[in-house]
């Protein structure tokens, strides 16, 4: 009588990669982000530029001094 305990099975799973392709996608993502928010047009109050688009209203109220009535 013959045994079957001769012989080896080896079994590699390697998986297929999708991990790597959304870390890489997640991560031109954040940069993508990161420029349009820090350099590019959302870059809104926290640019780095001194430049003046004229969006800025200076108004000066001047209210008049009013006595209190007399009783």
Same mark, same amino acid.
């Given at each position: 009588?013959?045994? !079957?305990? !001769?012989? /080896?099975?080896?079994? /590699?799973?390697?998986?297929? @990669? &999708?991990? $790597?392709?959304?870390? &890489?996608?997640? &991560?031109?993502?954040?940069?993508?982000?990161?420029?349009?928010?820090?350099?590019? %047009? @959302?870059?809104?109050?926290?640019?780095? @530029? $001194?430049?003046?688009? @004229?969006? !800025?209203?200076?108004?000066?109220?001047?209210? %008049?001094?009013? /006595? %209190? $009535? $007399?009783?």
């Amino acid at each position: 009588m013959t045994t !079957d305990h !001769d012989h /080896e099975v080896i079994v /590699e799973n390697r998986g297929s @990669g &999708i991990g $790597a392709i959304l870390g &890489i996608i997640v &991560i031109v993502a954040l940069i993508a982000g990161f420029w349009y928010f820090a350099f590019g %047009p @959302g870059q809104g109050t926290f640019g780095g @530029g $001194a430049t003046n688009n @004229g969006t !800025d209203i200076n108004v000066n109220v001047e209210l %008049p001094s009013v /006595e %209190p $009535a $007399a009783s």
